[in-house]
C-alpha cells in the first residue's frame, strides 16, 4: 500500500524539487521552464519567498527510495497576494504515474487548512481551458470561475481564473 507524507517543503528540498518539476514541465502551457527565470529560480523562490508556502506529498513506502524519486505531489501559494489575506496557487502537480489517487486531493486540503489557520480569506490560482483534470479539480473544490481570458495561451486556449472565498 502507498504510504505518503504531506510536508513543507525546506531548503533541502531543492535538488529533488527542481528535478521533479524538469518531469512534469512540458505538461504545463506554456511548461515551467518557460516561464519567468526558469525551474531553478522558482523553486528557489518556492523555497526561500518570505510569503511562499509549499506542501511536498513524499512516498515513505520504500525507504531505500532516493530523495527525487520520493516527491509524490506539490502544492505552492505565494500568501499576501492582492490583499493581505489573499494567496495565489501558483503550482499544483503530481508525478504521472501516481495520478487519480487523492494525492492533490490531500495536498489542496492541508493546504487549505493551514492557509485558514494563517487568517487567509480567498485563495486565487488559473489554468487553461485544456486542462480538463485541473477545471475538474478546482471545481470540485470550491473554486469558482471569475474571469476567462479568451485565446490567452494561445489560439483556442484560454486562461480561467477561480478564487475560494473561506467561509468560517
Ligand atoms: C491536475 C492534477 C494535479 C490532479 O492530481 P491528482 O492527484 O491526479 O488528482 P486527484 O486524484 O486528487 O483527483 C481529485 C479530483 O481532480 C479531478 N481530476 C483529477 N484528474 C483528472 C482527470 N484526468 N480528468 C478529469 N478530472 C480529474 C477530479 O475532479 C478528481 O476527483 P474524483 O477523483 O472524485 O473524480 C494532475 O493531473 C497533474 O499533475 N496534472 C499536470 C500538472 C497540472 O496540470 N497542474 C495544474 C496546473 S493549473
Redesign the pocket.
Known sequence: MLEIEICRAGQGDYHSLCQFIEL?DK??YPPLSLRGDGIEQRVRKCLLGQYSYYLLAKNTTDIENDDASKIL?VIGCNKYWKKEKDAYIN????H?L?????????L?QKLEYDLINQDIKKLY????ST????M??Y???GFIPYCVVKDDRNHGVDTIHYRKTFHL
Open positions: 512534469v505538461e504545463f505531489g503550482i499544483m502537480c503530481v504521472p501516481y495520478r487519480k489517487k487523492g494525492i492533490s486531493r490531500i489542496f490560482v488559473c489554468t487553461w486542462n480538463t483534470a485541473a475538474s479539480f471545481e470540485s473544490n
